[in-house]
């Protein structure tokens, strides 16, 4: 073909243009999402009560099956999040990591086996706030995704 022939391009797909989009917030979140397991969510209420350590310092001293299912969840979505950076997902698959995130952020703020909820460290607000905006952005990309092909 020479230069001046006009070629034909190949149709645009709109929805690999939305995931790119979307692609470009996934990447931070899962790394964001993995270093908060590093830091302690819950503060002291005062001095004599237990120190709350990160997710995985709780799951080794207290062996507590719900601070296992916590860290199994929170390793669910950065790796959902991860594989969504990199790749398509389907909006079924977008819905269980909202799922997922919704369900965790719902455990750090009514959390399970307390009377009275520690107070929450900085960590623990931005763990929380993180796990909402991740729940927003997978319901978002799930429907944005679905009116999409629906439209085509």
């Given at each position: 073909?020479?230069?001046?022939?006009?070629?034909?391009?190949?149709?645009?797909?709109?929805?690999?243009?939305?995931?790119?989009?979307?692609?470009?917030?996934?990447?931070?979140?899962?790394?964001?999402?993995?270093?908060?397991?590093?830091?302690?969510?819950?503060?002291?209420r005062s001095p004599d009560t237990r120190q709350h350590g990160n997710l995985w310092?709780?799951?080794?001293?207290?062996?507590?099956?719900?601070?296992?299912?916590?860290?199994?969840?929170?390793?669910?979505?950065?790796?959902?999040?991860?594989?969504?950076?990199?790749?398509?997902?389907?909006?079924?698959?977008?819905?269980?990591?909202?799922?997922?995130a919704l369900v965790l952020g719902l455990m750090l703020v009514v959390p399970p086996?307390?009377?009275?909820?520690?107070?929450f460290t900085q960590a623990g607000v931005v763990d929380v706030v993180l796990l909402?905006?991740?729940?927003?952005?997978?319901?978002?990309?799930?429907?944005?995704?679905?009116?999409?092909?629906?439209?085509?």
């Open positions: 073909m020479s230069a001046a022939t006009p070629t034909a391009e190949a149709p645009v797909q709109p929805w690999r243009s939305i995931d790119r989009w979307y692609a470009r917030f996934h990447a931070p979140l899962a790394v964001l999402a993995l270093v908060l397991t590093f830091l302690p969510y819950y503060g002291q310092q709780e799951v080794i001293r207290s062996g507590s099956a719900i601070d296992l299912f916590a860290l199994v969840l929170m390793l669910l979505i950065v790796l959902l999040l991860a594989l969504a950076a990199l790749e398509r997902l389907p909006a079924a698959t977008l819905l269980v990591l909202a799922g997922v086996g307390y009377r009275e909820r520690p107070p909402f905006t991740v729940t927003a952005l997978a319901l978002a990309q799930a429907v944005h995704g679905l009116v999409l092909k629906a439209t085509r």
